[in-house]
């Protein structure tokens, strides 16, 4: 399998349902081969794609790839996911995708944590224990969200 002829099928596919490719991986394992396609999008509030989104792309893309010769005669296990919420955010998308979201950064070998109120150009607003800082993404050496179990709203 050829990741580049692989990529031509799929992102054309995945625009007409509205989502972008984040990420493709083909692994050997055995005799088969899995394809890992990882996806991303606005979905229809922003906040990212609906696992309903994820399903129809899925089956389209299933079907093209057992049409196309870029699958070659090996055969494949297809796996189509979101970008899911442990993936690292690194564009500013990513930020404006998860507004709202509490946010741990690396700034240097500084960590903050803090709410995201919004993100535009190359940059992310902050809300850390209510002030809020805007921070350039280039001095962000890594950003992950943080899972929130009982967040209490106000």
Do not use: C
Not at 55 to 67: F, I, P
Not at 79 to 98: A, D
Not at 104 to 113: A, F, M, P, S, Y
Request: aromatic share 2%.
């Amino acid at each position: 399998m050829q990741e580049r002829a692989l990529v031509e099928v799929v992102e054309p596919i995945l625009a007409a349902h509205g989502l972008e490719l984040d990420a493709l991986d083909v692994t050997p394992v055995g005799k088969r081969a899995i394809l890992r396609i990882t996806v991303d999008g606005d979905g229809p509030e922003g906040k990212g794609p609906l696992l309903d989104d994820i399903a129809a792309a899925s089956q389209a893309v299933s079907a093209a790839l057992d049409e196309s010769a870029a699958v070659g005669e090996q055969p494949f296990t297809l796996e189509l996911s979101s970008r899911g919420v442990s993936k690292p955010l690194t564009e500013t998308k990513h930020y404006r995708r998860n507004a709202g979201r509490l946010v741990k950064l690396w700034i240097g070998d500084q960590e903050v944590l803090g709410r995201i109120v919004g993100a535009e150009d190359d940059s992310v607003a902050l809300d850390v224990k209510g002030e809020v800082s805007r921070i350039p993404l280039d001095q962000v050496t890594k950003a992950v969200v943080q899972v929130e179990l009982n967040r209490k709203e106000g």
